[in-house]
């Protein structure tokens, strides 16, 4: 049977873009061939910290970085979670339904590992198959390992010792329909200064005794 998935879903940008999204209640996205899930708006799963370490990314002076939450809703079979099975084996019945175009994508990808290029067409390859995607399927979520964690939490032994480690859980919303508009607000801004503080922070180790 199926059932109802809700999302908290954090989006990190720029303060006029988020300006922009929270008057017209509608998100807007660039196509491009090495978004992580392929095309799509993408949000951070209950998590505004990692919404806002990408929003921090790259301001200039006198920018603010803002996150924005919303609400994320449909059914069960319009949810594609990689990272359980039932996800990846409907994926995999996906990815056997549109065989010979995997198989064109897959000798690109070879290509880019001989030229030295293999996770770049890694990410590249898993775009592309996630655009062959029927329209049904309206929200894909997957974990991703957060490459640079945290001092806090890298280093602090007692983390380790658990294998307690950050990830990123990322959503692609492929169609808006599912965001509700009228839970469109901001959660939080900060400024690049406050960056540096953010950090700084962040720096800090925890001792457990």
Request: net charge positive.
């Amino acid at each position: 049977m199926g059932f109802a998935v809700d999302i908290n879903g954090f989006h990190g940008t720029k303060e006029d873009y988020a300006r922009s999204i929270c008057e017209s209640k509608t998100f807007t996205y660039k196509n491009r061939d090495n978004h992580w899930l392929g095309q799509g708006i993408y949000f951070f799963r209950d998590d505004p910290e990692q919404a806002m370490k990408w929003a921090l990314k790259g301001l200039k002076h006198g920018d603010k970085g803002v996150v924005i939450r919303t609400k994320i809703s449909s059914d069960f079979s319009s949810f594609l979670d990689l990272n359980t099975q039932t996800g990846i084996e409907r994926f995999q019945q996906h990815v056997e339904e549109v065989d010979s175009v995997v198989s064109k994508i897959e000798s690109l990808q070879v290509k880019a590992t001989i030229d030295g290029k293999q996770n770049n067409a890694n990410h590249r390859m898993r775009c592309a198959v996630m655009d062959l995607l029927p329209p049904q399927i309206k929200i894909v979520q997957q974990y991703f390992e957060i490459e640079n964690p945290p001092k806090k939490i890298s280093e602090n032994e007692f983390l380790r010792k658990m294998n307690i480690k950050p990830y990123s859980v990322q959503i692609c919303v492929r169609d808006k329909e599912v965001i509700d508009q009228e839970s469109i607000v901001i959660h939080e801004k900060k400024s690049r200064e406050q960056k540096r503080k953010f950090h700084k922070t962040s720096s800090k180790k925890i001792n457990y005794k």
